[in-house]
């Protein structure tokens, strides 16, 4: 047996923006000066005792962490395998583990003296995160929008514009979050001392480190929750993925315990065949795209391909550098949930546990009830429910009471 | 015509390779050619042009999404302009993807092929040790703006770059003109390293006296939208003359 163990969350803290051969910091040289500066100052804060503890409590007094951890045991008892648990992040302040990145990065922004603050959003669950910790720390704010998911999403819009942001609907190119990260590093590369305050472990360098590092706080209190709920690990944690933020979120503090399973479930649409599905580690290839070195859906000619989730929040063309070199390294293990599966999961979540997920964490549903019918009764597995499913309302509404949205539209028109 | 054609401003002009076809944008090289440009730029079409504004995006998309020009379509491309004109100067511009997909080592093998001696890829560091370039007579071109720190531009003036592609102002392609005014000193010190390195000034040029403005602190202006304007509009040939124009009165007043 090989004892001796890849020490991967050394690797992920210390990394200089390269994890394997993925990462990077691919950008125009009018924004590495932007960059390092933002390096420059996550390598001291991430060791500063004092940030840490203004970061803790700003997630404790504003966003209510920790977050609850939830058995599932009707889900549990009628599957009839594993035990499942749920790690609510849709309780976070503004319904997702978003907002956690978005405290680590505002007050980082601010000891930078930044007056400014840019982002993209794909869901709205950034976006509104951004927004909300921009009006609570008093700086200005912009975000970029698809506008497929600025029309999709109607409701974080409105919320992030009662929060007192310009939100920016993207028109170019397949109008969903790929583009609005174009848009959003467009906007830095006029206004290069404003923040970008990106949203997911993607992108340049520091960003897939610096988010992973801020969000790492969601594993540590499963760790801990577990322990006191079950006395033991997890077996496994399924998380979804679109550019890793969650997932990278839930699995860093288990990297280096190799007895806790890790695994990713991608957007698998509505098909396996090009523009129908959003899964870059199953069905991408190598590419260098909006700052770094990792799996893309392309075209096979170096153009990046259209994709389809019916979340918006997986609707995305890469994914994490981090998450592609767990992959290769098979310490993460990559999986797909379809469209359909994904909305049948919010359903049976609703019915039988009283929860409602947002529709990107249902694709890690979805996996998991398949996942636990294959195992043992002993055996437990924790699924990130990344956030709530609250601003999915004219999405599964759509789907399930077609008619009760009709007729509600109809009377608001009124 | 030859008379205003000799005494043209140094004009970098740029084009997006399959737009509005393949066909039609050698053509448009040759018109360049023609009017007595001093370097031409050849993009090849990516679907997702990070750095470029709404002008260029809109035309690389034509070419990529509708024309589904290839890399090997546009490499062919060059190759005819290449044959037919073997002494113009030409930069080729992509993105990194592109290269990348296609293979490095073949892109830069076909490039010394085709004698292209700069390719631009703005969203490739080009210090980056994956991406160094040995054995060739090919370069990268550094495309720097004003915030390059003192540290940065000093290690690029180190290596063995030559031609530096400064952007007018923190801006995308296609805004409305301005000239940073903290560019003159990063002119100042790169042509102080070497006087034989190059400088070229681009991003948001539409107008030819723009054009002859940057040329008093540059060594060529380079215009990209405004040309596919003017192509787009009709006055492509108009736009060329007023080019040739404003550096026959420039010449005569400062002869």
Redesign the interface.
């Known amino acids: 047996m090989d004892t001796t163990q890849t020490a991967y969350k050394d690797l992920i803290l210390q990394s200089d923006g390269y994890f394997g051969p993925y990462g990077g910091c691919f950008v125009p040289e009018v924004l590495l000066p932007g960059l390092l500066e933002i390096a420059a100052a996550f390598d001291e804060l991430k060791f500063d005792a004092a940030f840490l503890a203004e970061f803790h409590d700003a997630l404790h007094t504003f966003s209510g962490r920790p977050t609850a951890f939830t058995p599932l045991p009707r889900l549990t008892e009628a599957i009839g395998g594993a035990q499942l648990f749920l790690k609510n992040e849709g309780l976070n302040h503004t319904g997702a583990h978003k907002i956690t990145h978005c405290i680590g990065q505002i007050l980082l922004a601010k000891r930078l003296g930044k007056k400014r603050i840019i982002a993209e959003t794909g869901a709205g669950q950034h976006g509104y995160a951004t927004a909300a910790v921009c009006a609570r720390f008093g700086l200005d704010c912009t975000v970029y929008m698809g506008r497929k998911d600025y029309e999709r999403q109607r409701p974080n819009v409105y919320w992030m514009e009662l929060l007192g942001t310009k939100v920016v609907p993207v028109e170019d190119g397949s109008q969903t979050l790929n583009d609005a990260v174009i848009a959003a590093f467009k906007d830095w590369v006029a206004n290069p001392e404003s923040y970008y305050l990106l949203g997911s472990a993607v992108g340049p360098h520091p960003y897939p480190a610096m988010n992973t590092f801020f969000q790492k706080v969601v594993g540590e209190e499963i760790r801990k929750q577990c322990i006191e709920a079950t006395g033991r690990l997890p077996d496994y944690c399924v998380a979804c993925v679109g550019g890793g933020s969650n997932a990278m979120g839930m699995f860093y503090d288990f990297l280096d315990e190799e007895e806790v399973g890790l695994i990713g479930v991608e957007a698998g649409g509505r098909g396996v065949l090009a523009g129908e599905h959003a899964a870059k580690v199953q069905h991408g290839q190598l590419g260098i795209f909006e700052g770094y070195h990792s799996y893309f859906l392309q075209d096979g000619d170096g153009n990046i391909a259209s994709t389809h989730s019916v979340s918006a929040g997986l609707d995305y063309c890469g994914v994490s550098p981090i998450l592609a070199y767990l992959a290769d390294e098979g310490r993460v293990q990559f999986e797909t949930a379809s469209d359909e599966a994904a909305l049948a999961a919010v359903q049976r979540l609703a019915r039988m546990e009283g929860l409602i997920p947002a529709l990107e964490s249902a694709h890690g549903f979805a996996h998991a009830f398949e996942l636990a019918a294959t195992l043992p009764k002993d055996k437990i597995v924790v699924v990130n429910a990344s956030g709530r499913g609250e601003k999915d309302l004219f999405i599964t509404m759509r789907h399930f009471q077609e008619e009760s949205l009709i007729a509600y539209a109809k009377h608001l028109l009124k | 015509m030859e008379r205003l054609v000799s005494q043209q401003i140094p004009v970098m002009a740029h084009l997006v390779l399959g737009y509005p076809t393949l066909k039609e944008s050698i053509r448009t090289a040759e018109t360049y050619i023609a009017a007595g440009v001093t370097i031409l730029e050849l993009q090849i079409p990516?679907?997702?042009p990070?750095?470029d504004g709404?002008v260029i995006?809109a035309a690389c998309?034509e070419a990529?999404e509708r024309q589904h020009v290839?890399?090997e379509d546009s490499l062919a491309a060059i190759r005819t302009i290449r044959d037919k004109y073997p002494e113009q100067e030409i930069m080729v511009m992509s993105y990194?993807?592109?290269?990348?997909?296609?293979g490095l080592k073949k892109f830069v093998e076909t490039m010394n092929a085709l004698q292209i001696m700069h390719l631009i890829v703005?969203?490739?560091?080009?210090d980056?040790s994956s991406f160094i370039i040995h054995h060739s007579s090919l370069k990268l071109v550094?495309?720097?703006?004003a915030?390059?720190?003192d540290t940065?531009l000093e290690k690029l003036l180190a290596m063995d770059f030559d031609f530096y592609y400064l952007?007018s102002d923190?801006?995308?392609t296609g805004?409305t003109f301005s000239l940073n005014p903290r560019l003159q000193g990063v002119i100042d010190r790169i042509k102080q390293s070497s006087p034989a390195k190059r400088v070229g000034i681009g991003f948001g040029i539409s107008t030819p006296q723009q054009a002859r403005l940057v040329t008093e602190v540059a060594d060529v202006a380079i215009i990209g939208s405004a040309l596919i304007q003017a192509q787009q509009n009709g006055t492509l040939d108009d736009y060329l003359d007023q080019l040739a124009l404003i550096g026959s009165v420039e010449h005569g007043l400062e002869g």
């Open positions: 990516f679907s997702h990070t750095a709404p995006t998309q990529v290839s890399v990194v993807n592109r290269v990348y997909a296609y703005p969203d490739l560091p080009v980056d550094p495309v720097l703006a915030n390059v720190s940065r952007m923190f801006k995308i805004s």
